[in-house]
């Protein structure tokens, strides 16, 4: 494989169209094609746009020249998957695989579609996103919204067998509609979704703390209850790696009940963390619902990281999520513990070109403190 970062001409290329891009998302496209419409719609724009373009093979193959950054610094393999970087796209975004394309293209070590769900789901009324840009974040009440793991799966799978180097997990949560009901319909809602995602995808993420749905987190609130579900979920027979999406808004104590029921059984990873809650200190109108992206997730979930990392070593894979906006940032997430690191509200606060940004930071920070390989940083903090 020709690597960018081995070629000085196509290093320096990169780099000047990395540039670019970020100058004119910045100062074009973000104030006038993005910001100058709600959310909500600039969401589905954004989706019809990848819809698109991802049916024109030379924009793509142009997209990779330019932006795709590749140095073998950041290639790692984690619970026995190989990934030519540790940066992924999490879940909340591509809630029905629709991005796969571009997002191979564009550089991405992987991706995790949905959440998805055992039917399908409207998910919350609208609007789903509100803009904080003070914040850098998003406060986000979508409520699971996706086509059913049925059609998403599928999607997936097909996806992953079309990507160049992107790795595809699919993140499964329980249904939020009028049919839900006590606990064991949920533990049924997630083994009938993990049925259907075993050996078809090269991970799978199971969500057991989205915080905007009708019947909250009830998998994340009783150790109990998380136990009676991954009860039920070891009996399914799957090659592919499980993470569990956890929360942020947990005391150390009641985090670590939960992450000793999970030591127990069938997983391998945990995404460290979902949703801000708490808004303490910010200036957010009271009818604004769902929880905050981003910036207000980033100091908490590397905390999370780093505590989880020093207590259980090994034992799970880590993937940090929450406020990625720096290289500096997911650097400081992997020396915390993250052997992979997720991110989605710089996608829409600094532009596509970021995964480029992010790739090629780190690769920077890993050879000026001496590391040979992306995974030789990951805990050195804890």
Request: glycine letters at 8%; proline letters at 6%; hydrophobic letters at 40%.
């Amino acid at each position: 494989m020709a690597y960018v970062s081995e070629n000085s001409l196509h290093d320096a290329i990169n780099k000047a169209t990395t540039d670019l891009f970020t100058c004119a998302y910045k100062n074009i496209i973000k104030p006038h094609f993005v910001f100058n419409k709600p959310p909500d719609r600039s969401h589905a724009q954004m989706i019809g746009f990848c819809k698109v373009t991802r049916n024109i093979p030379p924009l793509m193959w142009l997209l990779r020249q330019m932006l795709d950054y590749t140095d073998p610094i950041l290639e790692t393999s984690v619970m026995g998957v190989d990934f030519a970087n540790p940066f992924g796209l999490s879940a909340g975004l591509d809630k029905d695989c629709e991005m796969a394309t571009l997002l191979d293209n564009a550089g991405f070590g992987f991706e995790t579609v949905g959440s998805t769900t055992a039917r399908p789901c409207a998910g919350n009324p609208r609007p789903w996103f509100h803009r904080l840009p003070e914040y850098d974040s998003m406060m986000v009440h979508v409520g699971l919204a996706n086509e059913g793991s049925d059609k998403i799966i599928a999607k997936t799978e097909q996806a992953w067998r079309r990507t160049r180097t992107m790795q595809m997990s699919v993140s499964i949560a329980r249904t939020n509609d009028a049919l839900v009901g006590g606990i064991d319909e949920g533990i049924e809602d997630y083994c009938v979704s993990m049925r259907r995602a075993a050996g078809r995808t090269a991970m799978v993420e199971v969500n057991i703390s989205c915080p905007n749905t009708k019947v909250g987190e009830p998998f994340n609130e009783d150790p109990e209850a998380l136990d009676r579900l991954f009860t039920e979920l070891d009996k399914i027979d799957r090659p592919q790696p499980t993470l569990v999406k956890m929360p942020l808004n947990k005391t150390w104590e009641e985090f670590r009940e939960l992450v000793d029921v999970l030591a127990d059984h069938n997983v391998q990873g945990l995404s460290i963390a979902n949703l801000q809650k708490d808004r303490s200190g910010m200036t957010i109108p009271p009818s604004w619902l769902g929880g905050l992206s981003g910036g207000p997730c980033t100091v908490e979930s590397t905390e999370l990281i780093r505590r989880v990392y020093r207590d259980y070593g090994d034992r799970f894979a880590i993937a940090g999520i929450g406020g990625v906006f720096t290289p500096k940032q997911a650097y400081e997430k992997i020396r915390a513990g993250s052997s992979l690191v997720m991110f989605v509200s710089a996608l829409m606060y600094r532009g596509p070109q970021q995964i480029t940004v992010l790739k090629r930071g780190l690769a920077e920070l890993l050879r000026r403190d001496g590391f040979a390989h992306v995974s030789d940083a990951v805990g050195v903090d804890a």
